[in-house]
């Protein structure tokens, strides 16, 4: 008989190890030493689409797919990462605080000068007027450009990448993921990013995942340890987004 309450073992990968599953004719069971599942008709229907990585989990194929990515999963934008339950959980509260009308104001602000940020006028400029990295939101060219909390954030993730050598055209792909609202959430993987590690301060350290064409995604220790383990990390350029914040 199946236990709806159960159903949470399914959250993440290391929660699959230990179960066996038995398929019959629109029917299929999962077995371990504590429980026994069945699934038939509809339900078995919303089991399948929900979870259609399930197999590979279980059998340990190589992962590509799996139930926790899908709160920041938006693969023309967005590189391609595997989220542990704890990690949505921790993004998902961020994107709550976010929902805030006080706090999100509070990030967007625009309070701050150039002598605010240490990096150089000529940086700035050529990051806004010349390379299109950062927006320009004067109302008219007389005007001295002001920035937010958020746009220091960004800021400092640009200036970060470029000392370890990213390449401006990278750079471009990476403003692409980091900009854009995701399609799950009314905010962008930025403000999800830095929200996690201004308001959540006891969970781990936050980091930026960049793949071979620029586009990034965020993780966390156990996420990067997780697709290490499914040798998902070849060449991809991995910041610690929480190091590079607490010089704000």
Known sequence: ??????????????????WSF?????????????YEMTFDGQELQELLQEMSTLKKIISNEPQQEYPGQYLVSNKSKLAHVILTQ??????????????DKKYL??????????????????????????QKLLPDDRTNTEQWHTF??????????????????ISLRFLHNAKESLLTRIP?????????????FD??????DIFLYMDSTGHCNIARIDDIVLMA???????NFILNLSEVWREI
């Not at 150039?114 to 006028?121: G, L, V, Y």
């Not at 909390?149 to 993730?157: E, L, S």
């Not at 383990?229 to 060449?235: A, D, L, P």
Request: net charge positive.
């Open 1 to 18: 008989m199946t236990d709806k309450k159960t159903k949470h073992i399914f959250d993440s990968r290391e929660s699959l190890q230990g």
């Open 22 to 34: 038995d398929t019959g004719f629109n029917k299929l069971t999962f077995k371990n030493a504590k």
């Open 86 to 99: 704890e990690s949505m959980d921790v993004f998902m509260s961020a994107s709550d605080n976010l929902s």
């Open 105 to 130: 104001q509070e990030l967007h602000d625009k309070k701050f000068h150039k002598q605010d940020i240490p990096i150089s006028s000529r940086n700035l400029n050529d990051w806004i007027h010349t």
């Open 148 to 165: 937010s909390k958020i746009d220091i954030a960004y800021i400092y993730v640009l200036k970060a990448c470029r000392e370890f050598g």
């Open 184 to 196: 799950q959430s009314k905010f962008c993987l930025l403000e999800i990013a830095y929200t996690c």
């Open 199 to 204: 308001k959540s301060k006891e969970s781990r």
């Open 229 to 235: 383990k499914e040798k998902m990390i070849n060449k």
